[in-house]
T-cell receptor, first 113, second 109 residues
């Protein structure tokens, strides 16, 4: 099994600023993903973090707003740029090797004021 | 992307079996069916997954219809700790796990 450490666990940020969330996995994994979850709702996939290349974004999410890095097979970052109150949410990192089980971080609770 | 449909909520009594249904009528031949659950203030937790055959593990059983257009997660004896939101997910192209709305399971003592 894999253990995911996600930092920070929570933050309160001013609108117009940016926040970078880090995701560290304790073993190498093929796939890493970033999700967003509004309170009481399901998870929405933001993008697939590709090792050594640009992330693959889902419809409605763009690189300028959510730049993602994945320099190696155990680490990824998600930046929420030029934040507005609408970006207040929980952001989760996931690690996955196909046809096995996915692991999720505990999430980063972001509040934009 | 292929979509899943689940009841919004279900209720069970402790120590009784629970059958959580999921419809995925647009599933393609290579899509795996995954189930995860999420407890309050935690990230989702893996429960089980399968492709065509029924699957069993220590947590649950997964029954997959012969045409693969539906599946059922079976918790054999519900406990209070099983109260959670259960998500039925199809693993689609690019090995992406796209979540549906999930079923809120309430377990009564």
């Amino acid at each position: 099994s894999a253990v995911i450490s996600q930092k920070p666990s929570r933050d309160i940020c001013q609108r117009g600023t940016s926040l970078t969330i880090q995701c560290q996995v304790d073993s190498q994994v093929t796939m890493m993903f970033w999700y967003r979850q509004q309170p009481g709702q399901s998870l929405t996939l933001i993008a697939t973090a590709n090792q050594g290349s640009e992330a693959t974004y889902e419809s409605g999410f763009v690189i300028d707003k959510f730049p993602i890095s994945r320099p190696n097979l155990t680490f990824s970052t998600l930046t929420v740029s030029n934040m507005s109150p609408e970006d207040s949410s929980i952001y989760l990192c996931s690690a996955y090797d196909p046809n096995t089980e996915a692991f999720f971080g505990q999430g980063t609770r972001l509040t934009v004021v | 992307d292929a979509k899943t449909t689940q009841p919004n909520s279900m209720e069970s009594n402790e120590e009784e079996p629970v059958h959580l249904p999921c419809n995925h009528s647009t599933i393609s031949g290579t899509d795996y069916i995954h189930w995860y659950r999420q407890l309050p203030s935690q990230g989702p937790e893996y429960v089980i997954h399968g492709l065509t055959s029924n699957v069993n593990n220590r947590m649950a059983s997964l029954a997959i219809a012969e045409d693969r257009k539906s599946s059922t997660l079976i918790l054999h004896r519900a406990t209070l700790r099983d109260a959670a939101v259960y998500y039925c997910i199809l693993e689609t192209s690019g090995s992406r796990l796209t979540f549906g709305e999930g079923t809120q399971l309430t377990v009564n003592p």
